[in-house]
């Protein structure tokens, strides 16, 4: 950490203690100002909404940036299938069973089960799932539009609970659409859609639900929804599938940056939480002895989202064009340091994109290493450097010794395999061999004798993303590039992204499909948005995950390729690697680290949610496969 840095990390660690202790001492005047007022305490669940909607009282969460997603999403809209980010179990939801394709994958049959109710009495039928479909394919601007449009070629109800899908091409992992990670396509309700004009503008407001909660109530300024448990939550496939109610009220509620939200929880009136600074984390422990992460000690987080940290490169806009500016960025960057003073050493490093989780590292972290250290940069003609180093782990596990903390398990399971080597030489003489110079003050210049000045865009409300952003600020302007962190809220910093209007983004799966996963091997679904076809230049939105604007033949083939082959196909594995190994050798974006959070719960009025001792669902309840999870919680008793 430079100077200047050291400075600013220093004082705003200050402010976030100050901040947490003031709003302790101030939240008992505050907290009966902020919450919605005539509700039962002891069967509210209160969950943090993450951030402020800017869009409220919308749910057309069909259309990106009009209604929002995060925890809202799985109380009140549903799809076929999900698989529980946390145990990997597979979830029949509104199919009854797993899909049924024909030899050649070109037609795919699902049954519906034939209990699920729309919150207004009508029953959810297969003339939902057609018209969901059909809608989206002939609404350009929707989600799901490109890709439905893609491979869709009829859309049939064969009887009330069963639909035929009928493929331009074969394609065995088309269900992939309908099965849940973040989300998957909503289902519509016919009986309300069709008679709307415009799907783009159709606010949908109140929603039809088709969970097992119903809104009851919406601050018009975005920052609270209240949902109310339906009276015919087993007519839900929440309700069915748990045999739970959950409980009567769910009330997601910003209360506002970290501070606030410690001092709700420290005053019980926040039950769970997404994530949180460290320092705010522990100033809430010493606060609140209810409250607890994913483990009880060091490192405290939940380690296992599926996603990465990732510094998008926009790769059409000069100089990120050039392979050799993008890998000079890698190396101008000390991972040791970015982890341990930026993120304080609670997270996985990792090189590639795919989430470093014990699962998924088994089949391609590990299996990956021996090829990452023999891999060559050509830094100048008939000179390589070798920029893998498999001891990042150990100096991270040195480190947190040194702080007094026991590291369980070996450096490689609790760090990650390695990263890439802090090399600042090798970083100038790609840069010097591509035009670049300094200029007297050692500050550098692009080819046209400019200096070379760098926007990186983060939101802080997502800590760790803004907090690398920072790190990375000041280890590139330590190494001579005027840089500057733009600091947004969600919906423009989401516009910016998807539009390509940004030098690089700090960001995760938003940015760049390829860094999430399923709790699944197969790549193809979260590559497949890479692929030319649905590439849109900058000023448009990529809605397909691919806001590096990447153009790549050979990761056309690969995508192709493993479309073609069954996902349990041995090759489908084989190819998944060869896309690790295409990434690293054009470094399209650098992947710093898996994801965790600080997920965060005070069990005064609530207990029995997922932790490390209790892994029975996701944690991640802003995932729609939440939904699930909030049955399973259970009243103490305290009023």
Not at 295 to 311: A, G, H, N, Q, T
Not at 323 to 338: E, Y
Not at 429 to 444: A, E, P, S, Y
Not at 605 to 628: D, H, I, K, L
Request: with cysteine; proline share 7%.
């Amino acid at each position: 950490m430079n100077e200047i840095g050291g400075k600013i990390m220093k004082r705003y660690l200050f402010l976030v203690v100050l901040l947490v202790s003031i709003s302790v001492l101030l939240s008992g005047q505050v907290m009966s100002q902020v919450l919605p007022a005539g509700l039962p305490r002891n069967e509210t669940f209160i969950v943090d909404q993450i951030y402020r909607y800017s869009t409220a009282q919308n749910f057309n969460i069909w259309v990106p940036g009009a209604g929002e997603q995060p925890v809202r999403q799985g109380l009140v809209s549903d799809s076929l299938w999900y698989v529980d980010q946390q145990t990997g179990k597979w979830i029949n939801s509104l199919a009854k069973e797993p899909p049924k394709y024909n030899k050649d994958f070109t037609e795919m049959t699902v049954k519906f089960r034939n209990n699920i109710y729309w919150s207004d009495g009508v029953k959810f039928t297969a003339d939902d799932f057609v018209f969901t479909v059909q809608t989206l394919i002939e609404t350009p601007g929707m989600q799901w539009n490109s890709e439905l449009s893609t491979y869709v070629k009829e859309v049939d109800k064969i009887d009330d609970f069963t639909a035929l899908i009928k493929l331009k091409e074969p394609n065995p992992r088309f269900h992939y659409y309908f099965t849940v990670r973040w989300n998957g396509v909503y289902m519509m309700p016919k009986h309300v859609w069709e008679k709307v004009k415009d799907p783009l503008k159709f606010t949908f407001w109140p929603p039809v639900s088709l969970g097992a909660y119903v809104i009851k109530d919406a601050d018009p300024q975005g920052y609270w929804e209240i949902f109310e448990r339906r009276d015919d939550w087993k007519r839900t496939t929440a309700g069915i599938i748990t045999g739970k109610p959950g409980p009567k009220y769910i009330l997601q509620i910003y209360y506002g940056p970290d501070e606030k939200k410690v001092a709700a929880m420290t005053q019980h009136n926040l039950d769970l939480l997404m994530d949180l600074d460290i320092e705010a984390f522990q100033a809430l422990l010493k606060r609140d002895p209810y409250a607890r992460s994913w483990y009880k000690d060091f490192p405290w987080v939940w380690p296992d989202e599926l996603d990465s940290r990732i510094f998008c490169l926009n790769n059409e806009k000069f100089p990120f064009t050039l392979k050799d500016v993008r890998w000079a960025l890698v190396l101008a960057l000390d991972i040791v340091k970015l982890n341990t003073q930026y993120v304080n050493g609670v997270s996985k490093v990792n090189p590639i994109p795919e989430p470093p989780v014990p699962f998924l590292a088994k089949y391609y972290h590990k299996p990956l290493k021996s090829w990452l250290k023999s891999f060559k940069l050509e830094v100048d003609k008939g000179v390589y450097f070798k920029p893998f180093d498999d001891t990042i782990p150990q100096k991270i596990a040195e480190w947190a010794k040194s702080q007094g903390y026991t590291v369980s398990g070996t450096p490689e399971d609790v760090f990650g395999i390695g990263w890439w080597k802090y090399a600042p030489d090798i970083a100038e003489k790609l840069l010097l061999k591509n035009g670049f110079k300094r200029d007297k003050n050692g500050k550098w210049l692009l080819p046209d004798g400019k200096p070379w000045k760098i926007s990186i865009v983060a939101a802080p409300d997502e800590v760790d993303a803004f907090r690398l952003a920072i790190g990375a600020s000041d280890q590139w302007k330590k190494f001579g590039i005027d840089v500057t962190v733009e600091a947004l809220e969600r919906d423009p910093y989401y516009t910016k992204v998807q539009i390509g209007d940004y030098d690089i983004s700090s960001s995760w799966s938003d940015g760049c499909s390829a860094c999430a996963a399923n709790a699944m091997i197969d790549k193809w679904q979260y590559i497949q948005g890479l692929h030319s076809n649905y590439y849109v230049p900058s000023g448009q939105r990529a809605l397909t995950g691919n806001c590096l604007r990447i153009k790549d033949k050979k990761l056309d083939q690969i995508i192709d390729e493993m479309g073609s082959l069954s996902p349990n196909d041995p090759k489908a594995l084989t190819l998944g690697r060869e896309f690790m190994k295409l990434w690293v050798e054009n470094m399209y974006g650098i992947v710093t680290h898996g994801f965790k959070k600080f997920v965060t719960v005070d069990t005064y009025y609530w207990t029995n949610y997922p932790s490390f001792e209790n892994p029975y669902s996701q944690p991640n309840y802003w995932f729609m496969g939440g939904r699930f999870t909030y049955h399973y919680v259970e009243p103490t008793g305290r009023k």
